[in-house]
């Protein structure tokens, strides 16, 4: 197990259409973050999962964002009808069930809405 | 929003070292100061964390002053590839809390040869 995996490193997609970003995090942990990071700004976390639950959601994740996690392994996270305001760097995190000792963070996802 | 506030950039000659300066000056009893880094279009790197106790790893140091309000995060022999976005966080270390981390700005050190 070499980390946090994330797939694509890269999407380029037409406003309007959808996409899907996958997340292998560490095998071992339990917690699992998503977060969007825009160009000259620290990552904003979106949204949380302990196992399969998902436990917080941000503010920022609208009804055009949703996220799985089944059966507590990776993750999924999907934008419908895509905007140019996506646009942005798409980070997954994994950590134990206290985090301690930090997140391991995947190299994200950069999506490209033209 | 982040709890913290750091300088936005910084300089520092390759081999010098170089100290990162960090205020929280609202921090919890039960907040550690979590420090990570990130390097152009990666994803953040944990660096090292502490509660009241001065820390060091293979990467770091970080001294907490004792009233906690701030702390500094040092890289002993800079080198190129410490050029980095460098951020201080503080954050709950609980099972039953989601341990979400709150980015700022971060400071952008470069390391100048």
């Known amino acids: 197990d070499t980390g946090v995996s994330q797939n694509p490193r890269h999407k380029i997609t037409k406003r309007g259409q959808n996409v899907t970003f996958r997340c292998d995090p560490i095998s071992e942990h339990n917690r699992l973050y998503w977060y969007r990071q825009t160009l000259g700004q620290g990552p904003e976390f979106l949204t949380y999962?302990?196992?399969?639950?998902?436990?917080?959601k941000s503010r920022l994740l609208s009804d055009r964002f949703s996220a799985e996690r089944p059966k507590g392994s990776f993750s999924t996270l999907e934008i419908q009808r895509t905007e140019q305001g996506d646009s942005a760097m798409y980070l997954c995190?994994?950590?134990?069930?206290?985090?301690?000792?930090?997140?391991?963070f995947g190299s994200g996802t950069r999506l490209t809405v033209v | 929003d982040a709890k913290t506030t750091q300088p936005p950039s910084m300089d520092c000659a390759e081999g010098r070292a170089a100290n990162l300066p960090c205020n929280h000056s609202?921090?919890?009893?039960?907040?550690?100061v979590y420090w990570y880094r990130q390097i152009h279009s990666q994803g953040p790197q944990y660096i090292i964390h502490?509660?009241?106790n001065n820390e060091t790893n293979e990467m770091a140091s970080l001294i907490i002053t004792e009233d906690r309000k701030s702390s500094t995060l040092i890289l002993p022999h800079a080198t190129l590839r410490d050029t980095a976005v460098y951020y201080c966080i503080v954050r709950v270390e609980s099972a039953s809390n989601t341990g979400k981390l709150i980015f700022g700005q971060g400071t952008t050190l470069q390391v100048k040869p």
């Open positions: 999962f302990q196992n399969e639950a998902q436990l917080e």
């Open positions: 609202t921090i919890s009893g039960n907040e550690y």
């Open positions: 502490g509660l009241k």
């Open positions: 995190a994994s950590s134990s069930t206290t985090g301690r000792g930090g997140y391991t």
